[in-house]
């Protein structure tokens, strides 16, 4: 149903309508009030269709409106009424167009605003936001440091998340690639490094149509890479993120997708690190988006088992947007399940 000030809105024609015809019968040049026959209202109809028009009465509702009218008066009157009428001709060819330029402001009116934020309160984009600046500061002031390098990178990839454009996205994605490479440079070996690398390729991926396929490889290598040095970084995200890589990606011959590897990583980064929501939770999003009934079932309780003591372990500021995620996700995927059709067994299909 559209918001009450919308509908409003689309009868402003008909009320600008009615508005004429109250300044036709009010205020059309009547001279004298009298009381003359009452008429019925089809002669009221068709004197203003006809045009012959100096009528002495007409009926509003249950009220009796009476004006003796000059001629003079009846012209002038009923060409207001003729312009009204073009006018709303016009509205109504029009209003789709009005509408659609005018309808978030209208249902911004008839909403009530979302509390802002009190100025100087941390929110996660502000967190990220400030760890940008401060490891880029970081990065700035000793170039050298690969460990600083990586940092610098992770905290690009948090601050594109609140990117509020794919310019502002790729501008920063590409920063976060830069001091990676550098430190690469020095250092083949920092798992961490690799694992950023591929994380803000993917970000610059986000922006692109067609080039993002031409990304995928070396994330994918990168990431590879990631777990060979350090298959623990990031709570097993290396595996992690390969596995949505997998599961994501268009399939052979387009590209690398692949629901055989994708379920092998998600499975091998629940099991290096079941304690975090963020590996069961990918793989029983994979489950569900491949309708795998048998599987996802036991995903989901085992999630739902282990979802109180994660809340506990991973607590703070900083993982209030984590958790915001987590628990939109959970109940999404509870939803879609109670929703969907139960499995049949394997002999019952035909």
Same mark, same amino acid.
């Given at each position: 149903? /559209?918001?009450? #000030?919308?509908?409003?809105? &689309? ?110 309160? #941390? ?24 460990? %600083? ?13 609140? /990117? &509020?454009?794919?310019?502002? +996205? ?22 961490? /490094? ?11 991926? +986000? ?34 993120? *390969?596995?949505?890589?997998? +599961? ?20 091998? /980064? ?13 793989? *029983? ?32 500021? %900083? ?11 959970? !109940? ?11 499995? !049949? ?6």
């Amino acid at each position: 149903m /559209a918001p009450k #000030s919308m509908c409003s809105f &689309q009868g402003t024609s008909r009320r600008v309508f009615q508005a004429g015809l109250c300044h036709f019968w009010f205020f059309g040049g009547h001279k004298a009030v009298v009381r003359p026959v009452p008429i019925p209202n089809t002669a009221v109809k068709r004197s203003i269709a006809d045009g012959s028009g100096c009528i002495a009465s007409a009926r509003v509702g249950s009220r009796q409106i009476f004006a003796k009218r000059s001629p003079n008066a009846c012209f002038g009157s009923f060409s207001f009424v003729a312009i009204g009428a073009v006018f709303v001709l016009l509205m109504e060819a029009m209003r789709p167009k009005i509408l659609s330029m005018t309808g978030a402001w209208l249902l911004a009116l008839c909403l009530p605003a979302a509390d802002a934020p009190a100025p100087g309160a #941390s929110t996660p984009a502000r967190r990220a936001e400030e760890a940008y600046h401060d490891a880029r500061a970081l990065h700035d002031a000793q170039p050298t440091n690969t460990t %600083a390098a990586w940092r610098f990178a992770s905290a690009c990839f948090d601050e594109c998340e609140f /990117a &509020q454009n794919n310019a502002d +996205r790729a501008r920063v994605a590409k920063e976060g690639i830069l001091a990676c490479r550098q430190a690469l440079a020095s250092d083949p070996a920092l798992a961490p /490094a690799h694992y950023y690398l591929a994380m803000d390729l993917g970000q610059v991926a +986000r922006t692109e149509l067609w080039g993002a396929l031409s990304l995928l490889g070396e994330m994918e290598k990168e990431w590879q890479t990631a777990i060979k040095l350090d298959e623990d970084f990031d709570f097993a995200g290396a595996d992690r993120n *390969l596995g949505l890589l997998y +599961r994501d990606a268009p399939n052979w011959p387009v590209s690398l997708g692949s629901r055989t590897n994708a379920r092998q990583h998600l499975l091998r /980064a629940v099991w290096l690190h079941p304690e975090y929501p963020e590996n069961p939770l990918c793989l *029983l999003e994979a489950y569900v988006k491949w309708n795998d009934h048998a599987d996802s079932a036991p995903a989901a309780k085992a999630l739902e088992q282990m979802l109180p003591e994660a809340r506990n372990k991973f607590s703070g500021p %900083a993982w209030e947007s984590s958790w915001d995620s987590w628990d939109n996700r959970w !109940t999404a995927l509870q939803r879609e399940m109670s929703q969907r059709p139960e499995a !049949t067994a394997p002999h019952n299909k035909k």
